[in-house]
């Protein structure tokens, strides 16, 4: 009987020394996130960014979000969408891709693309796109929706980077 409630000690003493360690191992590497221009940089496969609070929303303008996500050793994956609150004259989301520059700190663009509509309620757009590998990602979107050329509401959403190793 001694022998089995020595091991039930020592088994709850090894399982509470790997649950404290493990638990000052994630803070640790929270703690060591870089955060450039409002993007983390992470080792993620993919990651998406969303529009402004509710609370900001437009006459026009619902949602925009952004996402990139690994595509191959050499290709990143880009989409970008933007919802309005009814249908509009005029729909459309401007899409950057950028990559991080270390010695600068600061992100550069290699890509960009605009998709238009008219007379629509959302509008989404996607493309692959061949990049160098060891470097960080993100897509960067501006999102407008209108009634006219003159009235119209703007957001802007922006992804984490992730890295192609």
Same mark, same amino acid.
């Given at each position: ?18 649950? =404290? ?11 060591? $996130?870089?955060?450039? *221009?409002?993007?983390?940089?992470? =080792? ?20 925009? *979000?952004?996402?990139?996500?690994? #595509? ?11 919802? /309005? &609150? ?6 459309? =989301? ?6 991080? &520059? ?6 550069? $663009?290699? *890509?960009?693309?605009? /998709?238009? /509509?008219? &007379? ?5 757009? #996607? ?13 960067? /979107? &501006?999102?407008? %929706? ?6 119209? *509401?703007?957001?802007?959403? %922006? ?7």
């Amino acid at each position: 009987m001694k022998k089995r409630i020595l091991s039930i000690l020592c088994s709850m003493v090894v399982l509470c020394a790997v649950t =404290t360690t493990s638990a000052f191992d994630v803070k640790a590497s929270e703690a060591k $996130q870089k955060v450039v *221009d409002g993007s983390v940089l992470t =080792t993620e496969e993919s990651s998406t960014g969303y529009s402004e609070e509710p609370n900001s929303r437009g006459v026009y303008l619902m949602t925009g *979000d952004c996402t990139i996500s690994k #595509a191959g050793l050499t290709r990143v994956y880009a989409y970008a969408s933007t919802t /309005a &609150n009814t249908e509009v004259d005029y729909i459309a =989301t401007l899409v950057y891709v950028e990559r991080y &520059n270390e010695e600068l700190d600061g992100w550069g $663009q290699i *890509d960009w693309w605009v /998709a238009e /509509a008219h &007379n629509d309620y959302f509008l989404s757009t #996607a493309k692959t796109i061949k990049v160098d590998r060891g470097y960080y990602y993100r897509v960067r /979107a &501006n999102h407008f %929706a209108g009634k006219s050329a003159d009235s119209y *509401d703007e957001t802007a959403s %922006a992804t984490d980077g992730i890295l192609l190793p």
